[in-house]
């Protein structure tokens, strides 16, 4: 990837800088053991080889070999817990996913034991991925797919749904600590390219939740502020076409899922970003401009909720 191969720290593992986030941080267990290790060799083999020049530093070596011991014992404690609870991760089944794999080689079976519910595709629908049909999909599908992605990258998330989302749609999490370790956010908006200012509040929702990575996907493209905010911040830029070559790096089958869920039913009509149901069109009896506004608006409370019409929208 030209855009992934310019950051140079996510440099390496994989062609898609969304996948290396999953497989970034090691498994909690291995830090602690590794810890308890280099406590133990220092104060029972390193710090007495030190303090025998020293006759005052040398009458103390007894004491600082069982604060070492103590610390040792602790953290293999903490790493051999770690160790019998990296599969008992609490999870929620409809928002959380299996480890991340690399996309396997054309020649290669699909290793997937959680697929998306559209596994079937219907031959109806379109027969493959275009930047026009990823324009197309209104805002909360478009969400959804950036999520479903994330699904058949293996990779564990969760989305915040409707409401306001403070700044992030998507989060990502270890795969066995269930920590927090990244936040996506998504914005279907090809009319117009996405600024400094949301990929600014990107990086303020990121210190916000004292998370490292941040990622931001969109149908469109970014400004050159935002690309450069990104370089310096940590934050992955991913615009219209590059999320297209993601999809078409993943094998045939998770594209077709991909595929078969991003066009059920209907994926074009706004979901009223409130309510949830989908918005019905309208039009301004000053002006005679045509918007879409929620079904909910003449029930009590009304529901306010508007979105411009696209251009070329009937």
């Given at each position: 990837m030209?855009?992934?191969?310019k950051r140079?720290r996510?440099?390496?593992s994989?062609?898609?800088?969304?996948?290396?986030?999953a497989t970034?941080t090691d498994?909690?267990?291995?830090?602690?053991?590794i810890?308890?290790g280099i406590i133990l060799f220092?104060?029972?083999?390193i710090?007495?080889?030190?303090?025998?020049t020293?006759p005052i530093?040398?009458?103390?070596?007894?004491?600082f070999?069982?604060?070492?011991s103590?610390l040792?014992?602790?953290?293999?404690f903490m790493?051999f817990?770690?160790?019998l609870?990296?599969?008992?991760?609490?999870v929620?089944?409809?928002?959380?996913?299996?480890?991340?794999?690399?996309?396997?080689?054309?020649?290669?079976?699909?290793?997937?034991?959680?697929?998306?519910p559209?596994?079937n595709?219907?031959p109806?629908?379109?027969?493959?991925?275009s930047?026009s049909?990823l324009?197309d999909?209104e805002?909360k599908?478009?969400?959804?797919l950036c999520n479903e992605?994330h699904r058949?990258?293996?990779?564990?998330s969760?989305?915040?749904g409707f409401g306001?989302?403070g700044g992030?749609?998507i989060?990502?999490f270890?795969r066995?600590t269930?920590?927090?370790?990244a936040v996506t956010q998504?914005k279907?908006?090809?009319?117009?390219?996405?600024g400094?200012e949301?990929?600014?509040?990107?990086?303020g929702?990121m210190?916000?939740?004292?998370v490292q990575?941040g990622?931001?996907i969109?149908?469109?493209?970014?400004?050159k502020?935002?690309?450069?905010?990104?370089?310096e911040?940590?934050i992955?830029?991913?615009d219209g076409k590059?999320f297209?070559?993601?999809i078409?790096?993943?094998?045939?089958?998770s594209?077709a899922r991909l595929?078969?869920?991003?066009t059920?039913?209907?994926?074009?009509?706004?979901?009223c970003?409130?309510?949830g149901?989908?918005?019905?069109?309208r039009?301004?009896?000053?002006?005679g401009?045509?918007f879409w506004g929620?079904?909910?608006?003449t029930k009590y409370?009304p529901c306010?909720?508007?979105l411009q019409?696209?251009?070329?929208?009937?």
């Amino acid at each position: 990837m030209a855009y992934y191969g310019k950051r140079r720290r996510y440099r390496g593992s994989s062609g898609s800088p969304l996948l290396n986030i999953a497989t970034m941080t090691d498994p909690a267990w291995v830090g602690s053991a590794i810890l308890a290790g280099i406590i133990l060799f220092s104060s029972w083999l390193i710090l007495p080889a030190v303090f025998q020049t020293n006759p005052i530093l040398k009458i103390l070596t007894p004491l600082f070999e069982m604060i070492g011991s103590i610390l040792a014992l602790i953290f293999g404690f903490m790493a051999f817990m770690l160790f019998l609870a990296r599969d008992t991760v609490p999870v929620t089944p409809s928002t959380t996913y299996k480890p991340a794999y690399q996309p396997p080689k054309p020649s290669q079976k699909l290793q997937n034991d959680n697929p998306s519910p559209y596994a079937n595709p219907d031959p109806e629908q379109p027969n493959g991925w275009s930047l026009s049909l990823l324009r197309d999909l209104e805002w909360k599908r478009f969400e959804d797919l950036c999520n479903e992605y994330h699904r058949e990258c293996g990779l564990r998330s969760t989305t915040t749904g409707f409401g306001a989302d403070g700044g992030v749609d998507i989060r990502l999490f270890h795969r066995e600590t269930g920590a927090l370790i990244a936040v996506t956010q998504c914005k279907a908006r090809s009319s117009r390219p996405i600024g400094v200012e949301l990929v600014r509040q990107l990086l303020g929702t990121m210190t916000h939740e004292k998370v490292q990575i941040g990622t931001f996907i969109t149908n469109g493209t970014f400004t050159k502020p935002a690309e450069e905010l990104a370089k310096e911040d940590r934050i992955i830029l991913v615009d219209g076409k590059h999320f297209i070559e993601l999809i078409e790096q993943l094998p045939a089958l998770s594209q077709a899922r991909l595929l078969a869920f991003a066009t059920e039913g209907d994926y074009t009509t706004p979901s009223c970003p409130h309510c949830g149901i989908k918005m019905v069109p309208r039009t301004n009896r000053k002006k005679g401009n045509k918007f879409w506004g929620c079904k909910n608006y003449t029930k009590y409370p009304p529901c306010k909720q508007i979105l411009q019409m696209r251009k070329g929208t009937d």
